[in-house]
């Protein structure tokens, strides 16, 4: 049997090998990759822009979140479909302002459940503004899907889109304690979730939240010094960071001792053999800011209540290194974060 | 155990159950409904509106496609998904531009199938003009969804959005035959597909095609007339009808004679005890249409290639009947149409 000839858990992961998998399947295959004067499919990130024709774009989303277990510790798959959509309109600098949702959920599940799942998916929408404009409700007979799917579409409107890639001098900032997200849905996954105490004892959860409060004021203020930011989901922070590597043509150089990862994150990581840099985060934001601006939006960014942002890095120009990440361990030297591949944590959102 | 607390098929047939589950468990429960001057998710119809600001309003419309099996005579999966999500678009009176696609796919699916389907779809986006600009993809664990699904978001532009309900004295206008699609996949599913003659022969195969072609020019130039549309999908003919009767207040009489159901979904339906005005189509459109124009507009649509488009019957005003649905028989007599109700075909879309 040729492995090559069937999808693997891999094309999933938000990896190397699903991204060689949407170019030669999807992406290349496309004729019309965007509407004119806009962003499409061929952007390398999560949504895309129409223009409106007033100057302002319209900013749109899809994601379809197949997290298992559908409830941890921090939210549930509602959460997460409502706040990761959002996410992404807001990384293109968007403002939230409809949403549309997709249920998909399999015949004898408690509809008390869908209930809590809704109702949580429906809070973080009402909280942000957005108004739930449409959807679908599917049902699949047992065994033909594992519990609940949700996809969720949100659109915003952006003044000022975020569409550039780093820039040599560039700050690397991120907003907060990354991995936290992954790390959750990984014990859970490997049946140990019962005997974690953090979680227990709510020291460890799911970041998963929207970043609204963070990034319309931080956009609306520095909007013209951010060149670039994203959500470090699936690939987590290495993901994002050999990303935008690739697609400056830069170095990108990080120091390991500056990365905020919270205590049982590390503690879990460290004993399951996983590196905390490809857990995913559903509420956290990682930017490329330029340097004579960086210092000022990390304080900004602190001022909206995200207490632990700060700079971890830098943008530099290198022939050698040209679109890789280098980490600068905090016992001295440089080491490749090479680009996430594998299958790390299967259905992580 | 209590049966009324967990999913049942019959919640995602697009029937009365449905509609009860989804008005309780989503809808009263959604706070901002619509984007001010657009109409949202208590718009009975499958898309959204939002106002542009110039007297344009953005059409948007999301599904997930589940159908089983994923490959049937007339098309697969991808081609549904892609028409289905235009259709929508289309039935609102919007000129399809843009659209986002998110798969899921099963671990192990085989490669060549995957390519076969997304093919299929973008197939479609691209002869209908429509720009694919984003999307999204993961993979689930084997055993945790059957094969694949893909969920589709499709925006347009209407300049004259078809928003009102069926009125007095209007008629109603089917496009062409009615059924099939519903047809064909309740034969497959039933297992009985590779010793059904018409299948293999072409005879009978799903009608799965954007109605572009039709709908555009249709709206273009007699907009002010349609007072309705939609595309008879789950709940086939009898679904549309009855929820229109129910929205106007008024009673919807039909001849059944006049209804244009082919002879193999007639033969086979009867065979398998099911009334094939239950069956879905995925390429007809149903219209209300001001009286004084419907002659004219079927015309029209003959002279689109839609030359078995046809009144079928019309929208009276009835204190006894208001609400319903009668079908007058070719036999002589009058008999109400049911709203659908049940799991006649699961994922049959």
Redesign the interface.
Known sequence: MDR??????????GGVE?HK??ES??IS???????EG????DYPD???L?P???GEF?V?????Y?V?PPFFPGGNIGTLAAAGSINDVLMMGGVP??A?????????????D??RI??SM?FV??EE?????????????K????KV?I?T?V?GIARKPIVDVPREGDKVIVSGHVGDHGAVILLLQMGVGERVEELEKGLLKSDARPLTRLMVPLVEKYGDHIRAARDPTRGGLAGVLNEWAKAAGKVIVVDEGKIPIRRPVKDYAEMLGVDPLYLASEGAAVLSVDAAAAEEVVEYMRGLGFEDARIIGEVRGSERYKGYVLLRSTVGGYRVLEPPTGDLV??IC
Chains 1, 2 share one sequence.
Do not use: C, Q, W
């Open positions: 090559d000839k069937f999808v693997k858990l891999a094309h999933g992961s699903m998998l949407i399947l999807i295959r496309v004729e019309k990759k965007k509407v806009g962003l499409g499919i999560d949504g895309a129409i409106m024709g007033n319209l749109i989303s899809t994601d379809t197949t298992s302002l409809a549309l949702d997709a249920i998909v959920v399999e015949e004898g599940f408690p509809i008390e869908l209930s809704v109702d429906l929408f009402r503004g957005v108004a739930v404009i449409g959807g679908d409700f599917k049902v699949m007979p065994g033909s899907v594992d799917i996809n579409t659109l299967p259905r």
